[in-house]
């Protein structure tokens, strides 16, 4: 009897134990990981703030040192879609102020992605940090406190508004000028303004003089003048100029020769102190969050003409053109900011580590760069605490998403301080630490990939197994949780799929970034011929060779470039590709060009035919394979008739299986959390069915 009833509770324990595993990681877990963004440093105090977003609440943490203990400073319940961004302390660190809401589409339409019949916007708030209670300061985005604390001024629909950083306060636009503005900045003094007015075919950059009420234009010429920066003591201004174009000429990509520009205001002084060697200007100052700043007398920059995105700096009274290159070698440099006393420039980076980014430190001087964090981990964002005696910065592993962690530049010590925010659920000890594989593609070029293998692997099993392919294409996947919200899910989901029981391949395609310019700059790219598919078909055989892999049943997923990809393969190599999720994807290139002015590649009248022939629907009579397409229709990336597109010229074929789910008022990047849980689900359920029950 003993023996029989032991033999009951042993099967019960094994049937809880069965249970708790098979329900430990599902996607509503995994999913669970909160997401870091925005973080910034005080510039009175050791005190930082950033944005947490879990399961799709968000809300603003701040963390003084040096014991650094966050605590939230706002107080949001419900997961509604509006993003908060663009975080600006007051001088003195007693008030944050921020955008929550996202920008308008075509339509002047704001994203609502939970159909509110209220509607939604775009507003600037303000939220003092012992009260925790927040205010509405108008409509708008891009805040900047002046450096007195007085007045918050920020932007809308291209125009300067300010307003006194108090309650009751309202908005007033600040001035009057032709033109729309792009980006400004106080001077350091609080009494000016230096703003970029864009007119189409030139721009200029303006000085707005805040008591005298009056604008300064800054050596006006035919060129465009770009993203103005001011010098420490506000004597000087630092900007780009891009020289002038023929009306007729096109562009290619982002390619164009470019100058570093300093002007003296007060002396009507205006002069080069750099100029670009070549064409390749104009990704690296754009991409990077600060791509020009003063780092004492000297100006900090990002440039790719030797193949590689560096930091350079440059004397502000140089006018030979010699700037010093602070980064040399075979890797890029991302994320910067200077230490307060202009002396050192801190950077992430994949040096030595092509796959992940750690954070290094360089003389503004030059010099050679000083690491500061290692090992496996990610780390990006770096900041510096207003004393120079911490380094604050987001951390991620292959098991734990990115949290703010802290560096104690005179001890070396570091650690993280906000891991408990993270749910206690998370199932963390479940996930498997990504391995990094290269394979050549046919022309033999080398493309890194992050292979996720299940846990527990029979030798005689032959697993299904799907290929990851991102958007952009201006991305890079990583060996550990990704610093873009959009990818950070992305890496959630290979998660748990080879959490059941999937090979999961993500592969980083020619043209995009982390492996250098000519590989971003790969010829015959997307529309001009879809020379990175190649790369998919690679992966592909990559994966066939695997003894744990099923030949017969890899599938892909990917969204936006990536659904593109996916499409492309289901369109190209059905007989290689059992099954495709395609999130928001483009199908027509062509199409796109017509409806969006050259479709952001600058694609001619002359070229709609290569374009076409690089897309899916070139080739959809050849679909046979199973698709589920997924498309929010107020995306403001991708037109949403790319799918509808599609979809009607594949149910017109009769060949393939498809299956639809739209997402109303959803954009591009889903800003519902639960929108994102049902997207997951729907596409587990649809790889479950045509690639794990296909023998």
Same mark, same amino acid.
């Given at each position: 009897? /003993?023996?029989?009833?032991?033999?009951?509770?042993?099967?019960?324990?094994?049937?809880?134990?069965?249970?708790?595993?098979?329900?430990?990681?599902?996607?509503?877990?995994?999913?669970?990981?909160?997401?870091?963004?925005?973080?910034?440093?005080?510039?009175?105090?050791?005190?930082?703030?950033?944005?947490?977003?879990?399961?799709?609440?968000?809300?603003?943490?701040?963390?003084?040192?040096?014991?650094?203990?966050?605590?939230?400073?706002?107080?949001?319940?419900?997961?509604?879609?509006?993003?908060?961004?663009?975080?600006?302390?007051?001088?003195?660190?007693?008030?944050?102020?921020?955008?929550?809401?996202?920008?308008?589409?075509?339509?002047?339409?704001?994203?609502?992605?939970?159909?509110?019949?209220?509607?939604? /916007?775009?507003?600037?708030?303000?939220?003092?940090?012992?009260?925790?209670?927040?205010?509405?300061?108008?409509?708008?985005?891009?805040?900047?406190?002046?450096?007195?604390?007085?007045?918050?001024?920020?932007?809308?629909?291209?125009?300067?508004?300010?307003?006194?950083?108090?309650?009751?306060? @309202?908005?007033?636009?600040?001035?009057?000028?032709?033109?729309?503005?792009?980006?400004?900045?106080?001077?350091?003094?609080?009494?000016?303004?230096?703003?970029?007015?864009?007119?189409?075919?030139?721009?200029?950059?303006?000085?707005?003089?805040?008591?005298?009420?009056?604008?300064?234009?800054?050596?006006?010429?035919?060129?465009?003048? %770009?993203?103005?920066?001011?010098?420490?003591?506000?004597?000087?201004?630092?900007?780009?100029?891009?020289?002038?174009? @023929?009306?007729?000429?096109?562009?290619?990509?982002?390619?164009?020769?470019?100058?570093?520009?300093?002007?003296?205001?007060?002396?009507?002084?205006?002069?080069?102190?750099?100029?670009?060697?070549?064409?390749?200007?104009?990704?690296?100052?754009?991409?990077?969050?600060?791509?020009?700043?003063?780092?004492?007398?000297?100006?900090?920059?990002?440039?790719?003409?030797?193949?590689?995105?560096?930091?350079?700096?440059?004397?502000?009274?140089? @006018?030979?053109?010699?700037?010093?290159?602070?980064?040399?070698?075979?890797?890029?440099?991302?994320?910067?900011?200077?230490?307060?006393?202009?002396?050192?420039?801190?950077?992430?980076?994949?040096?030595?580590?092509?796959?992940?980014?750690?954070?290094? %430190?360089?003389?503004?001087?030059?010099?050679?760069?000083?690491?500061?964090?290692?090992?496996?981990?990610?780390?990006? &964002?770096?900041?510096? &605490?207003?004393?120079?005696?911490?380094?604050?910065?987001?951390?991620?592993?292959?098991?734990?998403?990115?949290?703010?962690?802290?560096?104690?530049?005179?001890?070396?010590?570091?650690?993280?301080?906000?891991?408990?925010?993270?749910?206690?659920?998370?199932?963390?000890?479940?996930?498997?630490?990504?391995?990094?594989?290269?394979?050549?593609?046919?022309?033999?070029?080398?493309?890194?990939?992050?292979?996720?293998?299940?846990?527990?692997?029979?030798?005689?099993?032959?697993?299904?197994?799907?290929?990851?392919?991102?958007?952009?294409?201006?991305?890079?996947?990583?060996?550990?949780?990704?610093?873009?919200?959009?990818?950070?899910?992305?890496?959630?989901?290979?998660?748990?799929?080879?959490?059941?029981?999937?090979?999961?391949? &993500?592969?980083?395609?020619?043209?995009?970034?982390?492996?250098?310019?000519?590989?971003?700059?790969?010829?015959?790219?997307?529309?001009?011929?879809?020379?990175?598919?190649?790369?998919?078909?690679?992966?592909?055989?990559?994966?066939?060779? /695997?003894?744990?892999?099923?030949?017969?049943?890899?599938?892909?997923?990917?969204?936006?470039?990536?659904?593109?990809?996916?499409?492309?393969?289901?369109?190209?190599?059905?007989?290689?590709?059992?099954?495709?999720?395609?999130?928001?994807?483009?199908?027509?290139?062509?199409?796109?060009?017509?409806?969006?002015?050259?479709?952001?590649?600058?694609?001619?009248?002359?070229?709609? /035919?290569?374009?076409?022939?690089?897309?899916?629907?070139?080739?959809?009579?050849?679909?046979?394979?199973?698709?589920?397409?997924?498309?929010?229709?107020?995306?403001?990336?991708?037109?949403?008739?790319?799918?509808?597109?599609?979809?009607?010229?594949?149910?017109?074929?009769?060949?393939?299986?498809?299956?639809?789910?739209?997402?109303?008022?959803?954009?591009?990047?889903?800003?519902?959390?639960?929108?994102?849980?049902?997207?997951?689900?729907?596409?587990?359920?649809?790889?479950?069915?045509?690639?794990?029950?296909?023998?």
């Amino acid at each position: 009897m /003993r023996t029989k009833i032991s033999r009951i509770l042993t099967l019960l324990l094994f049937l809880v134990f069965l249970s708790v595993s098979v329900f430990a990681f599902n996607i509503e877990n995994v999913m669970k990981a909160p997401f870091t963004s925005g973080l910034i440093s005080c510039p009175g105090k050791d005190r930082v703030a950033w944005v947490f977003k879990t399961e799709g609440v968000r809300n603003i943490w701040i963390a003084d040192g040096p014991e650094w203990r966050p605590r939230p400073v706002t107080f949001y319940k419900h997961d509604d879609g509006q993003e908060i961004s663009q975080l600006a302390f007051s001088p003195d660190g007693s008030i944050i102020v921020y955008v929550r809401g996202g920008g308008p589409n075509r339509q002047g339409e704001y994203p609502n992605p939970t159909s509110d019949p209220a509607g939604a /916007r775009e507003e600037i708030w303000a939220v003092k940090i012992d009260d925790g209670k927040p205010w509405l300061i108008g409509e708008g985005s891009s805040p900047a406190v002046s450096p007195t604390g007085e007045m918050v001024a920020f932007l809308r629909q291209g125009i300067i508004y300010w307003a006194p950083l108090d309650v009751n306060a @309202k908005s007033q636009r600040l001035f009057f000028s032709r033109g729309r503005v792009r980006s400004f900045a106080f001077s350091p003094d609080g009494t000016k303004i230096a703003f970029e007015s864009f007119r189409d075919d030139h721009s200029f950059i303006g000085v707005y003089y805040l008591r005298a009420q009056k604008v300064k234009w800054i050596s006006p010429s035919v060129d465009m003048d %770009s993203y103005p920066v001011w010098s420490g003591d506000g004597q000087y201004l630092a900007f780009f100029r891009y020289p002038a174009r @023929k009306a007729d000429q096109v562009s290619r990509g982002s390619g164009r020769n470019f100058s570093i520009m300093v002007a003296e205001p007060e002396r009507d002084e205006c002069w080069t102190v750099w100029n670009c060697p070549d064409d390749s200007g104009g990704f690296a100052q754009t991409y990077p969050r600060k791509p020009l700043t003063w780092a004492g007398d000297r100006i900090i920059f990002y440039s790719e003409h030797d193949g590689w995105m560096h930091l350079y700096s440059v004397y502000f009274r140089e @006018k030979s053109g010699k700037a010093v290159c602070l980064t040399e070698g075979n890797f890029e440099a991302e994320d910067m900011t200077v230490s307060p006393d202009g002396k050192s420039v801190i950077f992430n980076s994949n040096k030595d580590d092509i796959d992940r980014r750690h954070i290094w %430190s360089v003389s503004a001087g030059g010099g050679q760069p000083k690491r500061l964090t290692s090992g496996k981990g990610i780390e990006w &964002s770096p900041v510096v &605490s207003a004393s120079g005696k911490y380094l604050v910065f987001i951390s991620s592993t292959a098991f734990l998403p990115g949290t703010p962690a802290v560096l104690d530049l005179n001890t070396g010590k570091s650690w993280l301080i906000a891991r408990e925010l993270i749910p206690k659920d998370f199932p963390a000890e479940e996930l498997v630490e990504p391995q990094q594989v290269v394979f050549k593609a046919p022309d033999g070029l080398e493309i890194h990939g992050q292979l996720f293998l299940p846990k527990k692997i029979r030798s005689d099993e032959k697993l299904p197994a799907v290929i990851f392919l991102h958007g952009g294409p201006i991305r890079q996947m990583l060996l550990g949780w990704h610093y873009s919200p959009y990818y950070h899910n992305a890496y959630a989901f290979n998660q748990f799929l080879a959490s059941r029981g999937y090979v999961v391949l &993500s592969v980083n395609f020619r043209s995009g970034i982390g492996y250098g310019r000519a590989f971003r700059t790969a010829p015959n790219q997307g529309p001009r011929g879809a020379s990175e598919y190649q790369d998919v078909v690679a992966g592909a055989k990559y994966l066939q060779k /695997r003894p744990e892999v099923d030949s017969e049943r890899i599938g892909l997923w990917g969204g936006s470039y990536g659904g593109y990809l996916t499409a492309l393969a289901l369109a190209r190599d059905s007989e290689l590709f059992a099954a495709g999720v395609d999130l928001h994807g483009v199908h027509d290139w062509s199409l796109r060009a017509r409806r969006r002015d050259g479709g952001g590649w600058d694609i001619t009248p002359d070229e709609y /035919r290569i374009a076409f022939d690089s897309s899916p629907v070139a080739d959809v009579q050849f679909w046979t394979s199973p698709v589920l397409f997924i498309h929010g229709d107020d995306d403001r990336n991708v037109d949403f008739i790319q799918t509808v597109d599609l979809v009607a010229r594949l149910r017109e074929l009769k060949k393939a299986p498809v299956e639809i789910m739209v997402i109303p008022d959803e954009v591009h990047s889903f800003l519902l959390h639960e929108n994102w849980v049902k997207v997951f689900k729907k596409s587990a359920d649809f790889f479950d069915r045509y690639l794990k029950l296909k023998k």
